[in-house]
């Protein structure tokens, strides 16, 4: 049985006191904790500083292209079902150039977790407004303070059908290993936002900042987590700081949907290919 050893791979780059360390050591810790072995899993990541988080866990990883990594990953897992996929990215990577996919995984609901690291800023290159930061936020690229409202990610995924919703913080390991393992155990698409302080570049959203204002929903009498409409109302009425299991449906995956679909063709094709074949290839191009 693998360890939490056994997922650890060569020691991160990332600033010292980034909120990244511990997103990656929960999601390590839970891996080996439900147990998984490196080969039963796979990191998917997009670009930014949470893009090397599939360079440093020892499982299958691919880097892919910024904003991109959900349809990879939701191709990986619709390819083999074998092996529990994890996408990842930042507020940058995933609540902007990413959105459009964002909502379109939510609502196809492939079993797969997405973790996303939110530090309200873009810190691989060096500190500009990011799409959760705040209006007002000045950065580099916002000298005058940001005049965009932000994103709201979490009442974007239950407003489109999210199964599993949750939000941790990089402050709280013990807390975020559980989200992670809840996660990566739920049967459909599961989004765990994490508040990742960017201890570099964002002087603002702080540890300090979220260890004054986060509220942990299991401090909530009777919270349900199964009532949509209650959740999206609680993380209003926090503004989005709440942290916890917000919300979980059982529901059935892409996967249970399309079980009885014909398979396409191009699944049973041979892929190799001979010299003649090749030479064919070649000429078209010619």
Not at 11 to 34: N, R, Y
Not at 106 to 117: A, E, F, G, I, K
Request: glycine share 10%.
């Amino acid at each position: 049985m693998a360890t939490l050893k056994d997922f650890k791979g060569d020691q991160p780059t990332w600033c010292p006191g980034c909120g990244h360390f511990s997103v990656m050591a929960s999601l390590q810790k839970a891996a080996s904790e439900i147990g998984l072995e490196p080969h039963d899993m796979g990191v998917v990541s997009g670009i930014g500083c949470s893009g090397k988080i599939s360079e440093y866990t020892r499982a299958y990883g691919f880097h892919t292209l910024h904003g991109r990594s959900l349809p990879i990953a939701q191709g990986a897992a619709l390819g083999n079902k074998d092996v529990q996929i994890i996408a990842s990215g930042g507020d940058g990577d995933g609540y902007g150039i990413g959105v459009g996919h964002f909502i379109h995984a939510v609502r196809r609901n492939v079993n797969m977790t997405y973790l996303v690291m939110d530090n309200n800023i873009y810190g691989l290159t060096k500190g500009q407004t990011s799409p959760t930061s705040q209006q007002g936020f000045i950065t580099k690229s916002s000298p005058k303070g940001s005049v965009e409202s932000p994103v709201h990610p979490l009442e974007t995924a239950l407003a489109n059908g999210i199964t599993f919703l949750a939000q941790g913080f990089s402050g709280d390991i013990k807390q975020l290993n559980e989200i992670v393992k809840a996660a990566l155990q739920h049967k459909g698409f599961a989004l765990v936002n994490v508040f990742s302080p960017c201890v570099t570049f964002n002087k603002v959203n702080t540890y300090d900042y979220y260890k004054e204002n986060l509220v942990d929903v299991s401090t909530f009498t009777n919270y349900d987590k199964t009532d949509r409409m209650n959740a999206i109302k609680t993380i209003r009425e926090k503004n989005g700081l709440v942290t916890g299991i917000l919300f979980k449906e059982d529901k059935p995956t892409f996967t249970d949907l399309t079980k009885d679909f014909p398979e396409i063709a191009i699944a049973k094709q041979d892929l190799n290919l001979d010299s003649t074949i090749l030479e064919k290839i070649e000429k078209q191009f010619q």
